[in-house]
């Protein structure tokens, strides 16, 4: 089975992002920001003005498993992301609960 790639989607994408990445990961560094790319070149927020709603964070001094090498940044990372979320008055920009299956 063929799994269409979601690159073209990531222009559509009006939910804000958070890419963590290691330091020394240099294959998904350039991912996100190819991710990143992808977005910048799609959304829009209603004015035809682009608008950043993602944020990538590198983690210090570790690499592909950076959540287990240096997991302090990224718990800081997640919480400042998250309380931006929580206090954003924009419906777009607000956390949409994830109920696994």
Not at 24 to 32: C, E, L, T, Y
Not at 56 to 62: F, K
Not at 78 to 96: H, I, K
């Amino acid at each position: 089975m063929l799994v269409r790639p979601l690159w073209e989607d990531l222009r559509q994408c009006s939910t804000p992002l958070l890419l963590i990445v290691g330091e020394k990961d240099g294959k998904f560094k350039r991912i996100a920001q190819e991710m990143c790319y992808e977005i910048g070149h799609g959304t829009s927020n209603g004015d035809d003005s682009r608008k950043e709603i993602y944020e990538i964070v590198e983690v210090p001094n570790c690499g592909h498993a950076a959540h287990l090498e240096n997991p302090l940044p990224i718990i800081r990372a997640l919480r400042r992301f998250l309380t931006g979320l929580e206090n954003s008055s924009t419906p777009n920009e607000r956390a949409v609960p994830f109920h696994g299956s």
